[in-house]
């Protein structure tokens, strides 16, 4: 994929219709464990996710990635629906457990020639692939060594991105190392709602900074064996952070989660340091000396852009009982993904919300991409991940109709087009996601694809919005009300 800036059409020369970049890049995206089920061929063995799914009681309906969509063996089929969609990149990831089992030693073939029928295949179809390092599919013997808490994992991981490289290297332009980081510590080592399922506050701590040096030792990896012209990147689950009011405990409850959620990871990736702030907030749970000498310089690389997920923002409080005051939207857990935090509320932004019970809130991405301007004004940014879930169903007519969803994609986009007309330089949108998969600690009861799958049967039913989306991307061309573009 080669992401580059571009002119944008002014607004005023079309009210009704947004000119995107021609070189603007549309995609798709999804992830390994989400889809590709094949839990055991080919030398696969379990990752944490494998282990958190087949747990009782910690994944809707007991559902596990076992099967998922059987992308694993319908690699061919999902790759002609996005020919048809005429997107031009594919971001996917890869299953760390399939192309190094024990998370040690060599590669396993049969892992990497998948990923090498399906990069040939996009290829051939002239659809760039993005390859994602790590989606949050640890192998299970290295959380049995101690997971992301432990330093070891970041070595391995900078071993896994080598052997990675070395494979797929001639073949996929763009890498992306972690996909939300965030999500893997917090979410996985103090809430527990995620794989590995733990619930220890400074394990999550500890975890973030490991995956924060993991990330900074596999960009080193990839660029040691990546041609010099391969673009290399992170996707960061940015926060736009709002306080409640304009109160002084509220401003601060959202800084210290604007910390907690974003500085923690942008801070050693993209300015070399952790925020004082954050060290100062959670001080009475860690001295944070998990953090070495030299860590944060071998952290910040340069990176070709960053890449950005953004599906609602986060509306909080300060100096109240959090449990008293609803959801931070990451599931449901008697313990907080918020080390330090504990007194901050969050709250639900008025407005429609999704099948997720998220907000709806098209600004919220459009002030996120103006504050990263005017944090890190010379990195490009791509929106890797944008999109909603609702409640699809198949008509007796044998079609998908999703105007909510075509309508929040709209917003979004339009928001994105906005962002770029005020200067920001934004290179790619990719939309998530290509097919209805396991969605996680939520199972298979959320759909999030603009292609619907029947799960017991695996048929794929493109919706009205792969549709929508497919004129979208061919075009370049947003069609929107004049609300939307306003």
């Known amino acids: 994929m080669v992401i580059a800036a571009g002119r944008v059409v002014p607004q005023a020369e079309a009210r009704t219709a947004l000119t995107f970049p021609p070189s603007f890049t549309w995609g798709t995206a999804t992830a390994a464990y989400q889809i590709e089920g094949a839990a055991t061929l080919d030398g696969r063995t379990p990752s944490i996710w494998d282990t958190y799914s087949r747990t009782p009681g910690k994944v809707r309906n007991g559902d596990t990635g076992d099967v998922a969509t059987d992308h694993y063996h319908r690699w061919r089929e999902d790759v002609a629906i996005m020919a048809d969609l005429g997107v031009g990149a594919y971001r996917f990831s890869l299953a760390w457990p399939r192309i190094q089992p024990t998370g040690r030693g060599?590669?396993?073939?049969?892992?990497?020639?998948?990923?090498?029928?399906?990069?040939?295949?996009?290829?051939?179809?002239?659809?760039?692939?993005?390859?994602?390092?790590?989606h949050w599919d640890l192998p299970q013997e290295l959380e049995n060594a101690g997971g992301w808490a432990e330093r070891d994992s970041a070595e391995?991981?900078?071993?896994?991105?080598?052997?990675?490289?070395?494979?797929?290297?001639?073949?996929?332009?763009?890498?992306?190392?972690?996909?939300?980081?965030w999500c893997s510590a917090f979410l996985g080592y103090a809430s527990g709602v995620h794989a590995p399922g733990r619930t220890d506050p400074v394990a999550a701590l500890r975890a973030a900074h490991h995956l924060n040096l993991g990330h900074g030792k596999a960009v080193q990896a990839l660029r040691a064996h990546l041609p010099a012209d391969a673009q290399v990147s992170v996707t960061l689950n940015i926060h736009h952070v709002r306080p409640?009011?304009?109160?002084?405990?509220d401003v601060d409850a959202a800084r210290r989660i604007d910390a907690l959620a974003n500085r923690v990871f942008t801070g050693p990736m993209l300015e070399?340091?952790?925020?004082?702030?954050?060290?100062?907030d959670t001080a009475s749970l860690t001295d944070w000396s998990f953090v070495k000498d030299g860590d944060t310089k071998e952290i910040r690389q340069r990176l070709d852009f960053l890449g950005v997920n953004y599906y609602t923002p986060t509306l909080v409080s300060g100096g109240a009982s959090?449990?008293?005051?609803?959801?931070?939207?990451?599931?449901?857990?008697?313990?907080?993904?918020?080390?330090?935090?504990?007194d901050v509320a969050f709250h639900l932004p008025p407005g429609s919300t999704t099948a997720m019970g998220w907000a709806v809130d098209p600004t919220g991405l459009h002030d996120l991409l103006l504050r990263l301007k005017g944090d890190f004004p010379q990195l490009p940014l791509v929106i890797t991940e944008n999109g909603a879930a609702f409640d699809d169903y198949v008509n007796p007519e044998g079609e998908v109709n999703d105007p909510d969803r075509i309508a929040y994609l709209e917003g979004h986009l339009?928001?994105?087009h906005r962002a770029i007309e005020a200067g920001v330089d934004v290179r790619g949108y990719f939309l998530w996601s290509l097919l209805d998969n396991f969605e996680?600690?939520?199972?298979?009861?959320k759909r999030f694809g603009a292609v619907y799958v029947d799960y017991p049967t695996g048929k794929r039913i493109p919706k009205a919005s792969a549709r929508w989306y497919a004129d979208v991307a061919r075009t370049g061309v947003l069609p929107v009300t004049e609300t939307t573009a306003g």
């Open 272 to 280: 070399g340091a952790y925020p004082e702030d954050l060290l100062r």
């Open 440 to 445: 996680w600690g939520y199972g298979y009861s």
């Open 156 to 181: 391995r991981f900078a071993e896994y991105a080598a052997l990675a490289a070395e494979a797929l290297g001639d073949r996929v332009p763009t890498w992306i190392t972690l996909n939300e980081p």
């Open 322 to 342: 959090a449990a008293s005051h609803g959801s931070d939207g990451h599931g449901n857990s008697a313990h907080s993904p918020w080390p330090g935090a504990d």
């Open 106 to 134: 060599p590669s396993v073939q049969k892992g990497l020639d998948f990923y090498r029928r399906l990069t040939d295949e996009l290829l051939e179809k002239n659809i760039q692939p993005v390859a994602t390092l790590y």
């Open 244 to 249: 409640f009011s304009d109160e002084e405990r």
């Open 414 to 416: 339009a928001a994105v």
